[in-house]
């Protein structure tokens, strides 16, 4: 079992920016992933970005160059740095733990989630 806590979600204008944090606990040795995962209402739940432990990173197209996701593996904590937020960012995101190859493809998520953090876009 693996477990998550979240924070740092929250209302925000957009074209500014907020943190995501999240610490894993629990049985996280098998997987070399965490990333994020977000769901508007009455959409589906989709990828935002994944970082494996040595350093490889994947984005949704949507958040290329906008979002950032680092990783402290000693901590278990994986981050999600939020820059130029837009209206269409607001979601509850969730954490994930996962897999990834080290050269290229995508991220597998396990079904481990976290009880997700609202973050709201305002215009």
């Known amino acids: 079992q693996v477990q998550f806590v979240e924070s740092g979600g929250g209302l925000v204008q957009a074209g500014g920016s907020l943190r995501l944090s999240c610490v894993a606990s629990g049985s996280t040795i098998s997987f070399n992933a965490m990333g994020w995962y977000r769901q508007a209402a009455g959409k589906q739940r989709e990828f935002v970005a994944g970082m494996r432990s040595g350093g490889r990173t994947k984005y949704a197209d949507s958040v290329k160059d906008r979002f950032t996701i680092s990783r402290d593996n000693a901590k278990s904590t994986v981050y999600l740095e939020m820059n130029s937020l837009k209206l269409e960012d607001t979601a509850i995101y969730y954490c994930?733990?996962?897999?990834?190859?080290?050269?290229?493809?995508?991220?597998?998520?396990?079904?481990?989630w976290g009880q997700g953090t609202q973050v709201t876009v305002s215009s």
């Open positions: 994930n733990i996962g897999q990834m190859r080290a050269y290229g493809g995508p991220y597998y998520p396990e079904d481990y």
